[in-house]
Nanobody, 125 residues
Framework: QLQLVESGGGLVQPGGSLRLSCAAS????????IGWFRQAPGKEREGVSC????????VYLDSVKGRFTISRNNAKNTVYLQMSSLKPDDTAVYYC??????????????????WGQGTQVTVSS
């Protein structure tokens, strides 16, 4: 059974940092594009960052560039999202998802078929 499990969310003050983890079971994450998405109350889910299979190309939402970093640890079958200089607007449920490597970009949202359950990130003083 393919499963993704996010962890690392929590409550942090503005300017703080968190590292989210996305651990896979039942399949090898390295073979897939991996994306991080978020959904705030009353808003649509949006793509935050993704990392491609193969060449490890990374893409970021403009509002998180320079603050968030996506990376893979193949030995742990885990993808991370390091988040720094957090702002209240970053408050959301964060999800990771695995996308088909048949598509040659990690930015095609429709290619993401396997999703985790999400982890809450709250940025507040």
């Amino acid at each position: 059974q393919l499963q993704l499990v996010e962890s690392g969310g929590g409550l942090v003050q503005p300017g703080g940092s968190l590292r989210l983890s996305c651990a896979a079971s039942g399949f090898t994450l390295d073979y897939y594009h991996i994306g991080w998405f978020r959904q705030a109350p009353g808003k649509e889910r949006e793509g935050v960052s993704c990392i491609s299979s193969g060449d490890r190309t990374t893409v970021y939402l403009d509002s998180v560039k320079g603050r968030f970093t996506i990376s893979r640890n193949n030995a742990k079958n885990t993808v991370y999202l390091q988040m720094s200089s957090l702002k209240p607007d970053d408050t959301a449920v964060y999800y990771c998802a695995a996308g088909s490597p048949i598509v040659n970009t990690c930015t095609l949202r429709s290619s993401y078929a396997n999703w985790g359950q999400g982890t809450q990130v709250t940025v507040s003083s």
